[in-house]
């Protein structure tokens, strides 16, 4: 639970970032006695027997009692829960091979992509999965998403319509660790454009995404699961913090590991501190599937064809910057013309910056106006950007 006097807060800033109160929250101990439905708590993180929660779960209110135990874990107390045997082995096996496929075509077509938080050549990362799936193997797609475990945790956290997004890695032998990060949306952002939102949206923010890993095999510690950091989503400024060389030290020093089964899943609030682990072992290609799972209510009320908008204005801008036009006032028409916010989007045809996110259609638009490009131009870089964030058209099409 967020102390009184930070939710008095209105902005944050690099000076909030304090080491000491960071540390008075991650080292409390999670108390089993606030997890009565869990097997066990191992490092701070509670243990969940997924057929004990089927049957706790069967009624209406054993159901709702599980969620409010489990929104309470993810909010206010660790900010991650283990859900042991959640997916079956052998529908587990049937999407790795889904998955493997998907990676083979992908190298052989010289698409493959890196990772946001780690060196290039680290692992294999399969941006879009779930559609890719679901469009070569739908039987196969329907029986793993039929998943109940990620039904109950999803429809807790984020309530009713909610939408899946996922993206596979598979870290090989030697593949180093990630960086220690908090998850979309702010900590795809750098420090200073975190620090332009406002504190309650660095409050609120996490509340609109559930994080899930879900083990396509054994992970053994050696093999590098994934690193986090118990209690850290409760620290307010820490989608400014988690780059500071003290809590970067700190994580390292600090973090839990937990050894994870072919069909167990991680579910956690995208505020905590956490990493892909380095993968140490000699044999074990760690292969995750990553759910990245959104709130209904991201979304504007109406649809709009921005890209329209950006070329019909695109003159005007230039007319008006020619005759002396601010530069506060050209990024105010770009702001209320533009897309400024990079997601959702193909991160095949749209790939990061920086390996963080992509530029955003505002971004584009302002880069015309300040290099003078001509309308062509910007045209041709706007159906790039329309032809990345349009659904993938389907083999029919």
Known sequence: ???????????????????????????????????????????????????????????????????????????DGPGIVVFKGAFQPETVDRASAAFR????????????????????????????????M?????????????????????EAWLGPAYQVTSQVNVVNPGGTAQNAHRDYHLG?????????YPAHVHRLSPALTLQGAVAHCDMPVESGPTLYLPHSQKYEPGYLA???PEFVEYFDAHHVQLPLDKGDAAFFNPALFH????????????????????????????????????????????????????????????????EGYPFPTDLDLDPPVDGLAPASQAYVLWQAVAEDWTPERLRERLSARRAATSPRPTAAE
Not at 134 to 154: G, I, Q
């Open 275 to 338: 990493a892909a682990g380095h993968n140490r072992s000699t044999g074990v290609r760690r292969m995750a599937n990553l759910l990245q799972i959104s709130s209904a209510f991201g979304r504007a009320m109406e649809t709009v064809d921005r890209a329209a908008m950006a070329n019909a204005l695109f003159p005007v801008l230039l007319r008006r910057k020619a005759e002396g036009a601010s530069e506060d006032w050209l990024r105010r028409v770009v702001a209320a013309t533009a």
């Open 242 to 244: 988690w780059r500071l």
């Open 188 to 196: 795809f952002l750098s420090r200073e454009r975190a620090a332009a």
């Open 101 to 132: 496929t998907l990676i083979d075509e992908e190298r052989a077509m010289g698409t493959a992509r890196g990772d946001h938080f780690a060196p290039p050549g680290a692992n294999d990362r399969v941006w879009s999965a779930l559609d890719k």
């Open 1 to 75: 639970m967020i102390p009184t006097a930070a939710r008095s807060r209105t902005w944050l800033t690099e000076d909030d970032c304090d080491l000491t109160a960071f540390r008075a929250l991650v080292e409390q101990r999670t108390d089993p006695v606030e997890h009565p439905s869990a097997e066990r708590v191992e490092q701070n993180v509670p243990l969940y027997d997924s057929d004990r929660l089927r049957a706790l779960t069967a009624t209406v209110q054993g159901r709702r009692n599980v969620q409010s135990e489990l929104i309470r874990a993810l909010w």
């Open 134 to 154: 679901a469009l070569r193997a739908p039987e196969d797609f329907a029986d793993y998403y039929a998943n109940d475990m990620a039904a109950l945790v999803a």
